[in-house]
T-cell receptor, first 109, second 114 residues
Framework: QKEVEQNSGPLSVPEGAIASLNCTYS??????FFWYRQYSGKSPELIMS????GDKEDGRFTAQLNKASQYVSLLIRDSQPSDSATYLC?????????FGTGTSLTVIP | DTEVTQTPKHLVMGMTNKKSLKCEQH?????MYWYKQKAKKPPELMFV???????INESVPSRFSPECPNSSLLNLHLHALQPEDSALYLC?????????????FGPGTRLTVT
């Protein structure tokens, strides 16, 4: 099993809808988790970090961590066309970061 | 301020050239990273420096040579590269190695090897 796994998509949602992105992880990386947004041709941009079970909200973004089920999710409310990007889930083991393969999100106007 | 800068933005080099990529951060971070990213793939870790010492080398070919001259600077020296080394090279930094630290990326250098 890979350390971090994501459904590569693509995921399409209409403008104004909620986009839900999911990520699962192995026991080897069960510590802290991060969501990055990457526009085509650009570098990854950190949008959320989460360290403990439960939800963490920041504006239109909510990260959820469930350590019992070993999954992390990112909800984007009121999705906008500018949210169209690849979203990378990452886990920090202390020595390095492990990245999922990314989920491509398209928000349709 | 969470800025990591990288130069150059774009680089085209022949297989016999020697070039260097530069990365700088002024956030007081003590861990710095080099990643390689191919199109539609996640970043692939190459090197990790912690307090200016090489901490992780992910079996990277010797034609890539990292250097950390001080706590703010990270270089990647390139020599005798192959066309398959063409990629986006990303530098990143975090406050230190440790599970609770966030990692910030620079804008990257787009490298083309001809």
């Amino acid at each position: 099993q890979k350390e971090v796994e994501q459904n590569s998509g693509p995921l399409s949602v209409p403008e104004g809808a909620i986009a839900s992105l999911n990520c699962t992880y192995s026991d080897r990386v069960s510590q802290s988790f991060f969501w990055y947004r990457q526009y085509s041709g650009k570098s990854p941009e950190l949008i959320m970090s989460i360290y403990s079970n439960g939800d963490k909200e920041d504006g239109r973004f909510t990260a959820q961590l469930n350590k019992a089920s070993q999954y992390v999710s990112l909800l984007i409310r009121d999705s906008q066309p500018s949210d169209s990007a690849t979203y990378l889930c990452a886990a920090n083991t202390g020595n390095q970061f492990y990245f999922g393969t990314g989920t491509s999100l398209t928000v349709i106007p | 301020d969470t800025e990591v800068t990288q130069t150059p933005k774009h680089l085209v080099m022949g297989m016999t050239n020697k070039k260097s990529l530069k990365c700088e951060q002024h956030m007081g971070h003590r861990a710095m990273y080099w990643y390689k990213q191919k199109a539609k793939k996640p970043p692939e870790l190459m090197f990790v420096y912690s307090y200016e010492k090489l901490s992780i080398n992910e079996s990277v070919p010797s034609r890539f040579s990292p250097e950390c001259p001080n706590s703010s600077l990270l270089n990647l020296h390139l020599h005798a590269l192959q066309p398959e080394d063409s990629a986006l090279y990303l530098c990143a930094s975090s406050q230190a190695l440790g599970r609770s630290y966030e990692q910030y990326f620079g804008p990257g250098t787009r490298l083309t090897v001809t």
